[in-house]
C-alpha cells in the first residue's frame, strides 16, 4: 500500500528535489502540496511548486498556498543559497496553471475529512502551516498519521550558529508542532548533511531527459553555492530526505525523546534543545534522527530520479 502524503514546502532546490523524489515513487501517493513562505516569498514558493508539478508531468497534483509569513515575526527568506526566486538555476518557467483556489488550511482539512484512512503531513519549510494545522484542527488530529519534518539539528546550527534555517524562521510555529502530541519525526542536520550530492551526479543526470537536467541545472547552483560557502564537495539535499525516509525508513538510525524549542534568547532562537541523554525526564515527543546510511539514501535517490523523464 503506498503512503498518501500532503507536502507543505518553500521551494528551494532541495524542496523541488524532494517533490520529485515523490512523483516518482510507486510507494508514495502525493496527495498535494501546500505551499508556505520561507526559502523565498510565498508567491515565489508556489510558483516554484507549480513549475517543478509541470515539469514530472503532474499538473494534476493540487497546489494550495498557505502562510505568506511566520506567526508573530518577520519574514526570513534563504534568497542566499536558493536566489531570489527560490529556485536559481535551471532557465527561469512559467506555470501551466495558478495555485488552486482555497487555502493550504482548507485544503489539508477537506483531505482530512475525506480520506477515510490517516494520512501522513511532510513539511520541508517552516512550521507555519503545520502550526495551523494544530491550533486550528484539533478535532482532526486523529486522521493525521505522522508528520514528518525537515528541520533543526541536535548539535550546531546552519543559519545561526544555534539554530537551523526552518525552524529559525518560524520558532513559535515549531514549538507548537512540538507540543502538539501528533506523531512526530524529525530530520534535522546531522542527518541532512550526510546527504549529500555532488558534480559527479548532476554529470549522471544531464542529457538523460528533461527533468534530469532540470536537476542537473538545480544542483549546479546548489551545489556550488555549497562548494563557494562552505568549502563542501557537495550539498545536502536535506527536504529529500523525508520522502526517502517514507519510502525506506531503514535508511535512519532514530532515537526517541524529548525535544523543545527556544523562542525567548535572541543568541539561541530557534535552536532545538534535544534530550540526547534523557536528563530533563519530560515527556518523549518526537523520533529524532540521528544518523543516515548515506550510500543508501543516494542510490535511492539517484534511482528515482534517473526515471523521472
Ligand atoms: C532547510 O532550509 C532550507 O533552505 C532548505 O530548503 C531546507 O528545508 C535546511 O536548513
Ligand atoms: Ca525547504
Redesign the pocket.
Known amino acids: 500500500m503506498s503512503k498518501r502524503i500532503i507536502l507543505d514546502?518553500?521551494?528551494?532546490?532541495?524542496?523541488a528535489i524532494g517533490i520529485m523524489l515523490a512523483t516518482s515513487s510507486s510507494e508514495i501517493e502525493l496527495l498535494g502540496v501546500t505551499t508556505v513562505a520561507?526559502?523565498s516569498l510565498l508567491e515565489n514558493t508556489t510558483r516554484n511548486a507549480l513549475i517543478v508539478l509541470d515539469m514530472v508531468g503532474r499538473p494534476d497534483i493540487p497546489v494550495h498556498s498557505g502562510r505568506n509569513a511566520p506567526l508573530v515575526r518577520e519574514l526570513i527568506t534563504?534568497a542566499s543559497?536558493?536566489g531570489d526566486g527560490g529556485l536559481d538555476g535551471p532557465v527561469p518557467a512559467h506555470p501551466s496553471r495558478s495555485a488552486n483556489p482555497g487555502s493550504a488550511l482548507e485544503f489539508i482539512e477537506n483531505i482530512l475529512i475525506s480520506e477515510p484512512e490517516p494520512i501522513t503531513l511532510v513539511a520541508?519549510?517552516p512550521l507555519t502551516n503545520m502550526a495551523d494545522v494544530v491550533t486550528k484542527l484539533p478535532h482532526l488530529h486523529n486522521k493525521i498519521e505522522q508528520v514528518v519534518f525537515?528541520?533543526g539539528a541536535i548539535g550546531l546550527g546552519?543559519?545561526t550558529p544555534a539554530a537551523?534555517?526552518?525552524i529559525l524562521v518560524d520558532p513559535e510555529a515549531a514549538a507548537m508542532v512540538m507540543n502538539s502530541g501528533l506523531k512526530l519525526t524529525m530530520i534535522g542536520?546531522e542527518v541532512?548533511h550526510e546527504a549529500w550530492l555532488d558534480d559527479t551526479h548532476a554529470g549522471q543526470l544531464r542529457g538523460q531527459g528533461a527533468c534530469e537536467e532540470f536537476v542537473a541545472e538545480l544542483l549546479d547552483h546548489f551545489v556550488g553555492f555549497h562548494q563557494k560557502r562552505f568549502g563542501w564537495p557537495g550539498a545536502?539535499i536535506?527536504?529529500a530526505v523525508t520522502i526517502a525516509y517514507l519510502i525506506e525508513p531503514s535508511l535512519l538510525t532514530t532515537l526517541v525523546t524529548n525535544v523543545t524549542v527556544e523562542t525567548q534568547s535572541e543568541l539561541t532562537l530557534g535552536r532545538t534543545v534535544i534530550d540526547l541523554y534523557s536528563v530533563t525526564g519530560k515527556t518523549a515527543n518526537v523520533e529524532v534522527g540521528t544518523g543516515i546510511n548515506r550510500d543508501a539514501f543516494v542510490t535511492l535517490l539517484m534511482q528515482h530520479l534517473l526515471t523521472l523523464s
Open positions: 514546502c518553500d521551494p528551494g532546490h532541495d524542496d520561507g526559502n534563504a543559497m536558493h520541508t519549510g525537515m528541520g546552519n543559519w537551523e534555517f526552518n542536520l541532512t545536502p536535506h527536504d
